[in-house]
């Protein structure tokens, strides 16, 4: 652990664009800005681009929770695989260091002709983790998902719950560093979601960063303290979670966050039952 501390992603000035070949410039009506969507420009080649992000500036550290939020196409997707080292920035910098686990598709790397079982060793192995340290938590994965023997079937027997609950139980029992969470997790059950919620704070707390793109306020009040508001590729803001959620939603949703990170707090500290709401509503949409 004793390298934890120096556990940090930095952005400077970091640009993300998409060159769009087969898009003619001329087709497209000149600077008609959506409200979803990365901006639309053109290179001097005439190439037309999309730019996903612009100037970020980011410095993250040991500790830190980060949560985005931000309309379709705000560019949430593309900074996540900027600071997991996937996409290169075209302008600026970005360096990672440490180990980064970046769960953006709970589905890839799992194989629908394999077994639970062995999609759980090999799941863990995509997400860095070596197969003999796999097999030493594979019990515990298979209790948590409470698949029983299905764990034994080929995964395209599954409903997309049951895949979620394989891919949720291995996420949440590796040591990654630098957590690069994407939404998705939205597809379980209400309770077992709650099971599940409890382990990825746990996760989050070994991990050493944290950041995580969501559409639901409630995960994000329960996962993070921390919020970058991503608006057609900028940081348009960076605060507390209320506080951003107030900013991009309004003071309703910026109520609810407060509820929630109540009654999560309230949870942590173990004063269950004293009479408020029964916990947080679990569904999001
Ligand atoms: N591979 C790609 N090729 C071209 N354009 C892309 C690509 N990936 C993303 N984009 C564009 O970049 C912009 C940002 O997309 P991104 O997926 O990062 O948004 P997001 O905030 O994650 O959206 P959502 O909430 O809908 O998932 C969008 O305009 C999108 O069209």
């Not at 930095?10 to 087709?27: E, G, H, N, Q």
């Not at 329960?222 to 900028?234: F, K």
């Amino acid at each position: 652990m004793g390298a934890s501390s120096e556990v940090r992603v930095d952005t400077w000035d970091a640009c993300v664009d998409f060159p769009i070949f087969d898009a003619k410039t001329r087709s497209l009506k000149k600077s008609v800005l959506g409200k979803a969507g990365g901006v639309i420009g053109s290179t001097e080649s005439n190439v037309v681009v999309v730019e996903a992000l612009k100037n970020v500036n980011l410095h993250l550290q040991h500790g830190d929770r980060i949560g985005l939020v931000g309309h379709n196409g705000a560019g949430k997707s593309t900074l996540l695989r900027l600071l997991s080292g996937i996409y290169e920035p075209t302008r600026g910098a970005c360096t990672i260091r440490g180990r980064v686990a970046p769960v953006f598709d709970l589905g890839v790397g799992m194989d629908p002709e394999i077994s639970g079982y062995e999609n759980i060793i090999i799941r863990g192995m995509f997400l860095g983790m070596t197969r003999k340290e796999m097999l030493k938590k594979i019990d515990d994965i298979a209790e948590f998902t409470e698949l029983g023997d299905y764990l034994q079937m080929p995964l395209r027997t599954y409903s997309t719950g049951m895949r979620v609950r394989v891919a949720l139980g291995v996420v949440t029992s590796i040591d990654p560093e630098i957590l690069i969470l994407d939404e998705g997790i939205g597809a379980v059950d209400a309770e077992f979601m709650k099971k599940a919620r409890v382990r990825l704070q746990a996760l989050v707390e070994r991990s050493g960063i944290l950041v995580f793109a969501s559409h639901s306020n409630e995960f994000l009040a329960q996962l993070c303290d921390r919020a970058l508001w991503i608006d057609h590729g900028e940081v348009r803001m960076d605060g507390g979670i209320e506080e951003v959620v107030e900013a991009y939603e309004g003071p309703t949703a910026a109520a609810h966050v407060r509820k929630v990170i109540a009654s999560t707090q309230q949870e942590d500290s173990g004063t269950t039952g004293s009479g408020t709401g029964t916990g947080t509503d679990e569904a999001s949409a």
